[in-house]
């Protein structure tokens, strides 16, 4: 079905198209210059330069291991919705909250009424799309995400956070495809946590993608999709981008009770772990998801965004994911 | 009826002020084998020692040690068992928290104390009643990885047992109240008898009275009633899912210390002292329990900055003062 939509889209991508989910590796320059960003020893020009040059160099390297489908690699973000967070209306940032083990976020507080005030990550699609002949997503945090991980202070209800983000949202989603961008990621990781809110999930994806005539792509992960599947197959868009390594495939088995009838960009590779797997592994979970799904729904990603890995270890991922998925290809068409 | 403010369970670890840094350095100091094993334990019995007095400073009556030691609520306790090893990260329940998912690769065996010298250390630094905390043997189970070869149902009785013997060796270190985690149990009722058979392991073995069997992060009404069979001290709630339970235990009553969840200790917003003072007295009229806590819906380690972590303690303790006034003018 959404072979379809991606030639009406013009959008030329191999059968199982490799592709990553967002996040990169920030370069120890990078890292460098954000640090001395926030001791105020460089300014912000600086520190922009350097992000354009990491993004640069990411694309880059996109290229020379091959995959299909770019991202920008997001050097520009911290966490994924404190960036969005920061760029709109309605928002202020909390003390430190603790993430996991010495990890520790400012988490952002819906204050007002959450408003979009002007495009967020647009200047930096652009940038990237114009370095490459291949298409690069458009990438937004989702509205449901969004409202999960910030404190609410002025909303009556989650829901009604929700809704309200979706509106933000979907103008920088209408932004983005205005500007060209034919394939636009929504991440979504935290959209499993509460089943009992899928309804509202779902409508406030409707009122992102409304109007847009791009390939959706909606990423969701480390969640208990086995209390949202199937149904989280009504979310308005064209592929599932979901995490499967990490939990030993195990969805694989939900698929063969309910087949999945969108498109699916299924994780090859664990983002948690260290360990690069090598090409033959990857190569036989490509094997088993097309056992329950048909090649043209098929494409092949890391489990999620790469940044808690080395650029060593995020580049030798991708190498054997993009080796893997070839070989698949060359089998499949014979 | 006597009314009490509590802490729930975990205390934030840092601050945002620049002397809050402690523990996080020191973390970091530790993992770069910068420090030993010893001295960072020592440092993080500082941090104990803070947090408690931030505790006491913010007019709680029942204090924890803040879990400061802990790296979750699921890993830290399987240092002590054998046959257990650490996997990776996962999301714990419905947060943006992640706790280290456990693998039971034999038949689990205790190897070693986990939260008795925790609990003495605690102790030791004020002269305030510290609340204990574990985790239950369904949820530790539930949220593990079962390789044990043994059935789910005999791998939880055999963590209950493991689990019954931390909370044996709280019961004669002193400890009065233990708070006993079971979480996992709201999403999963059709296992109800699994649970309460393991968790009454730990009744039996550390005294039922001490023990206090609390959920949260799901709506407990459904199970209400039933949780009232359970032969414990205290039930503990979190209201931020039940917002009508209230409503219930007013209706059919309850005999055990109530926990009550009451300020949300995922969100910043504060709560008014008027709507929880409603709430207080609608259960105090109703019930025939004789202590009421008042406490956070959950640990407030994970998903509330310091400050405003102190502020929802110091919430809790002005509606304990506005109760103990309303009760003497009465």
């Known amino acids: ?208 993608v409304e109007g847009v005539d791009a390939y959706f792509i909606v990423h969701i992960c480390y969640g208990a999709f086995e209390f949202i599947y199937p149904r989280m197959l009504e979310l308005p868009v064209d592929n599932f981008d979901l995490e499967m390594s990490n939990s030993s495939l195990d969805l694989v088995e939900l698929f063969r009770l309910h087949p999945f009838t969108k498109d699916i960009s299924f994780g090859v590779v664990d983002v948690h772990s260290h360990i690069v797997e090598d090409v033959e592994t990857i190569e036989q979970r490509i094997e088993k998801a097309l056992e329950v799904i048909k090649p043209e729904q098929l494409w092949i990603d890391p489990d999620c965004g790469m940044k808690t890995r080395t650029v060593q270890e995020a580049v030798g991922k991708l190498k054997n994911m993009v080796l893997a998925a070839r070989k698949v290809r060359e089998k499949i068409d014979g | 009826m006597e009314i009490f403010a509590a802490n729930h369970s975990s205390y934030p670890k840092i601050g945002d002020a620049p002397d809050q840094q402690t523990h996080r350095i020191a973390y970091a100091r530790w993992e770069r084998g910068e420090i030993s094993d010893e001295e960072f334990e020592k440092i993080q019995d500082l941090v104990v020692k803070d947090v408690i007095e931030e505790q006491k400073r913010a007019g709680i009556q029942i204090v924890t040690d803040g879990l400061i030691r802990w790296y979750d609520p699921i890993s830290h306790i399987a240092r002590g068992i054998d046959g257990c090893e650490i996997n990776g990260l996962l999301r714990f329940f419905d947060t943006n928290f992640y706790f280290r998912q456990p693998v039971l690769k034999n038949r689990p065996r205790r190897k070693q104390p986990v939260l008795l010298r925790e609990f003495e250390y605690a102790k030791s630094v004020t002269d305030m009643p510290v609340k204990a905390v574990m985790i239950g043997p369904y949820t530790f189970t539930k949220l593990s990885i079962n390789m044990s070869g043994l059935g789910f149902e005999d791998l939880v009785l055999e963590v209950g047992k493991i689990l019954a013997e931390e909370a044996k060796d709280l019961s004669k270190a002193g400890a009065e109240l233990i708070q006993v985690e079971e979480p996992a149990i709201l999403k999963n009722v059709n296992e109800f008898e699994i649970f309460k058979s393991a968790f009454e392991i730990i009744t039996k073995e550390a005294g039922e009275e001490r023990i206090i069997l609390t959920t949260y992060f799901g709506d407990v009404k459904p199970l209400y009633e039933r949780l009232l069979e359970i032969r414990v001290g205290g039930l503990g709630f979190d209201l931020t899912y039940s917002p009508n339970l209230p409503d219930l235990i007013a209706k059919v009553g309850c005999e055990k210390d109530i926990w009550l969840g009451i300020v949300d200790g995922r969100n910043t917003k504060m709560e008014r002292e008027e709507d929880i003072l409603r709430i207080v007295r609608k259960i105090a009229a109703n019930t025939e329990s004789r202590r009421i806590f ?24 002005k509606v304990v003062e506005r109760w103990k006034n309303e009760q003497e003018q009465a």
């Open chain 1, 1 to 208: 079905m959404s072979r379809s939509k991606l030639e009406r889209l013009k959008i030329n991508v191999p059968k199982l198209p490799t592709t990553a989910v967002g996040s990169y590796p920030k370069f120890p320059y990078l890292l460098e210059a954000r640090k001395n960003f926030q001791l105020g020893k460089i300014s912000r020009e600086e520190l922009f330069e350097l992000e354009k040059k990491a993004t640069r160099d990411w694309i880059s390297l996109q290229e020379e291991i091959g995959l299909d489908v770019l991202v920008d690699g997001e050097m520009y973000r911290g966490d994924m919705v404190t960036y969005f967070a920061e760029n709109m209306d309605g928002f202020a940032l909390s003390g430190l909250v603790r993430s996991y083990g010495n990890r520790y976020y400012r988490k952002p507080i819906i204050v007002g009424e959450v408003r979009w005030t002007g495009p967020i990550t647009v200047g930096w699609w652009k940038f990237a799309q114009e370095l490459t002949q291949k298409p690069v997503k458009g990438m937004v945090t989702g509205p449901y995400t969004m409202m999960d991980w910030s404190f609410n202070e002025f909303y009556p209800s989650r829901k009604d956070a929700c809704l309200a983000l979706a509106k933000a949202i979907h103008r920088e989603v209408k932004e983005l495809w205005r500007n060209g961008a034919k394939i636009i990621q929504i991440d979504e990781p935290a959209i499993s946590a509460r089943p009992e809110e899928l309804d509202f999930a779902i409508e406030a994806m409707k009122t992102v």
């Open chain 2, 294 to 317: 008042l406490m956070p819906s959950c640990g407030l380690g994970e998903y509330l900055p310091r400050k405003v972590a102190f502020k929802k303690l110091v919430l809790l303790s």
